[in-house]
């Protein structure tokens, strides 16, 4: 599985993401090959569980280093052509900058190594670009509801209170919010910035109110007087 993204912009510049689902990475990477805002160490969240012993760098950070090193310069307003690929179909909007690269870097980001993140793996190999808050919620509430079934299948157990999801929303809120600062250090343009801040407000934002956003769809599976 991969996506392609293709940034297309007014003045002929092209930006080109190709990204493979699976990305095995060392442990322990050569320092001198990326800056050190890659580092482990370097605003690590307070939450991760990996130790700067055993691995050298943050895989978000690997990860995304290379589509943050191209949009340095792109302003978020900019509006641009965006082609995206993967193997099953294409899609193509115009949009500014910020709502496509929020799409790649929340998919790098679901398909990352982190530990944190590994549960967002099964919504990364099903990949929706330039997906509205309501399509966010429903892929996220569904996602949980089928790991809970796998959950059952082995211990029993199955939270249909949502209250491990509202969890997860908490701890991606305070991944984001330190990776944030990770972004600080490394662009000068505004689009990286504001990616992540809408990131950090949409699971924040999640993480308080997801009762009503779910009793908003209610209507699409059941009648409501």
């Known amino acids: 599985m991969f ?19 699976e990305r095995s990475r060392q442990a322990i990477l050569d320092k001198n090959l990326y800056p050190a805002w ?11 569980p990996l130790k700067q012993d055993e691995y050298s760098h943050c895989p978000v950070a690997i990860d995304s280093y290379d589509i ?9 307003c900019k509006e641009v052509d965006i082609h995206v690929r993967t193997p099953e179909r294409e899609y193509f909007k115009r949009t500014d900058a910020q709502t496509g690269l929020r799409a ?3 998919f790098v980001m679901a398909s990352s190594t982190c530990p944190l993140l590994s549960h967002l793996r099964g919504m990364a190999f099903y990949h929706l670009p330039f997906a509205s808050l309501d399509e966010t919620v429903f892929r996220m509430a569904s ?12 211990d ?6 949502f209250v491990g999801l509202k969890q997860r929303f ?3 809120q305070t991944l984001n919010y330190h990776f944030l600062e990770r972004i600080r250090a490394a662009c000068d343009a505004d689009s990286n910035l504001n990616v992540l801040a809408t990131l950090f407000t949409i699971s924040s934002m999640l993480s308080l109110s997801l009762e009503k956003h779910l009793k908003d769809m209610e209507y699409l599976f059941h009648k409501t007087v």
Do not use: A, P, R, W
């Open 68 to 76: 943050i090193l191209g949009f340095k310069e792109i302003l978020s």
């Open 156 to 161: 029993g157990d199955f939270d249909l209170e």
């Open 143 to 154: 996602s949980y509801l089928l790991d809970q079934y796998y959950t059952y299948q082995k």
């Open 38 to 48: 890659t580092e482990l160490g370097f605003h690590q969240c307070s939450n991760c």
């Open 104 to 106: 790649l870097i929340g």
């Open 3 to 21: 996506i392609e993204y293709t940034f297309t912009m007014n003045d002929g510049k092209v930006l080109e993401y190709f990204v493979n689902f």
């Open 170 to 172: 908490k701890e991606v």
